[in-house]
């Protein structure tokens, strides 16, 4: 019994699809992405959408299933728009820069923290206390802003570090006399 996926994927103009035994690869006008998916997936493009269905309905399957639609959607969607990851500074003194394509921030340490930025990914600092993460892999966006968090998270006393945009920093009570 074989189900096809109830949200095929839509794929734009501009962008092509290979499908391979146990890979899907996308090339789009903002570069190409690799994927390796399940040997049970069953991956085929038609019609302009890419259609993923699964071989039975058990728990493990209907898993690997989501999953691999939701990998292979994000390829499409990384080359078409691509992704980005917005993280604030707050703290005296703490502060970002950009050298040449590296980060450089001040976050209270005696030196400045470096990060390297790799191939696929740009960062961008509209103002010192804001970081934009831009890149074509969602994955690789997430995995390089938490790199970046992780130096200085933010602390629940007075709630400095570096934090993503938006995110609640839930405060503790300090001492009293």
Do not use: C
């Not at 996308?26 to 959408?49: A, I, N, Y």
């Not at 703290?91 to 590296?102: N, T």
Request: proline share 7%.
């Amino acid at each position: 019994m074989s189900r096809i996926g109830r949200k095929p994927i839509a794929v734009p103009d501009g962008v092509t699809v290979e499908i391979r035994p146990g890979s899907v690869a996308v090339r789009g006008p903002k570069g190409e992405l690799q994927e390796r998916v399940s040997p049970e997936m069953t991956v085929k493009q038609e019609d302009g959408q890419v259609i993923v269905t699964r071989p039975t309905d058990r728990g493990d399957h209907r898993a690997l299933h989501g999953l691999t639609r939701t990998l292979v959607a994000n390829m499409v969607t990384g080359v078409t728009q691509g992704f980005e990851k917005r993280l604030e500074i707050q703290g005296v003194g703490y502060r970002a820069a950009l050298r040449g394509r590296d980060l450089e921030m001040q976050l209270g340490f005696s030196h400045p923290v470096t990060v390297k930025a790799p191939e696929d990914i740009t960062f961008e600092v509209p103002q010192p206390t804001q970081i934009v993460v831009t890149g074509i892999s969602k994955q690789r966006v997430g995995e390089i802003a938490a790199q970046i968090r992780k130096w200085r998270p933010p602390e629940p006393y007075k709630g400095k570090g570096v934090r993503y945009q938006g995110e609640h920093v839930i405060r503790k009570v300090g001492k009293r006399a």
